[in-house]
């Protein structure tokens, strides 16, 4: 089993952290994509924005045992364009 945590702005922080967090204390296999910052921006200058998290999750091979966390104080809002990116993962 992996954790995948995802998250924007100050959350993105909070992402870092977890990872961490959950590595170290809890031994458990745990990646955010904020953590590899050529990739992500490889990604969006590529693919946008709005797609950075859901092809990074299918490049990371999300299996059905896996889980995903999401760090959000907006929540996500397709219509209003809030972290779209995290709607789509």
């Given amino acids: 089993m992996a954790l995948f945590i995802l998250g924007v702005g100050g959350s993105a922080g909070h992402a870092s952290h977890a990872v961490n967090d959950f590595r170290k204390i809890c031994g458990i296999e745990a990646y955010t994509p904020t953590d590899n910052v050529s990739e992500l921006t490889a990604r969006t200058n590529d693919e946008g ?33 809030v972290s779209v990116n995290l709607v789509k993962a």
């Fill in 49 to 81: 924005w709005e797609s950075t998290f859901i092809e990074w999750l299918r490049c990371s091979r999300l299996a059905a045992n896996d889980a995903i966390l999401v760090f959000s104080v907006g929540g996500g809002d397709r219509e209003r364009g």
